[in-house]
């Protein structure tokens, strides 16, 4: 809904009162009405529900796509019965396990979240990336972009005494760049 003028002589579609030729008024586009500025809300009418999304959603339906891909490549190649033993013996390839553990990585972090409002798996207008998780909290509006890195949380120096780089490290994996922009 947004404002904008009236096109063609209408009515209220709340109030009844007539809205004339660029008169400033309400258009639904759901609905096809419009309403003048002036109407308050209906009193018996609930806000809409707040579609909060899936954590994870789209990492596990590229899992998926890619999982279906290889499986008909394979069955293509094989045949279904030998492609089905191919299948059954040998592990997915490691970009297809990543977009797994990607996903359950996300369902993880919403679980944690639970209590706070949040925002799962929402695309960037544009661009093929998404945002995993808009968090809004008393402390404000937060971008989680989740990762699923296992071992200890710690800061290393890898510079020497006079001249120090300060590191971020989980497990062996240096995740300094995760947190380059923060700050």
Not at 17 to 34: C, H, K, N, P, S
Not at 46 to 64: F, M, N, Y
Not at 129 to 136: A, L, P, W, Y
Not at 166 to 181: K, P, Q
Request: hydrophobic share 35%; net charge positive; aromatic share 6%.
């Amino acid at each position: 809904m947004g404002d904008w003028r009236v096109k063609y002589d209408g009515v209220c579609s709340r109030c009844g009162v007539a809205l004339r030729t660029g008169e400033v008024a309400v258009y639904d586009r759901a609905t096809r009405t419009i309403r003048c500025v002036s109407c308050p809300a209906a009193p018996d009418s609930e806000p809409p529900e707040l579609d909060t999304g899936v954590a994870g959603r789209s990492a596990r339906q590229e899992h998926e796509r890619r999982a279906a891909k290889r499986e008909a490549a394979v069955r293509g190649r094989w045949g279904d019965r030998i492609g089905g033993v191919v299948l059954a013996l040998t592990d997915e390839p490691q970009p297809m396990r990543a977009w797994a553990a990607g996903a359950k990585g996300e369902e993880k972090l919403a679980e944690a979240l639970d209590g706070f409002i949040v925002l799962h798996d929402r695309r960037v207008p544009g661009t093929r990336g998404n945002i995993d998780h808009v968090v809004v909290a008393p402390a404000g509006v937060f971008v989680v972009d989740a990762k699923r890195y296992e071992g200890r949380i710690e800061i290393r120096n890898h510079g020497w005494f006079l001249r120090p780089d300060e590191r971020l490290h989980v497990g062996r994996r240096d995740c300094s760049a995760l947190a380059d922009n923060l700050g």
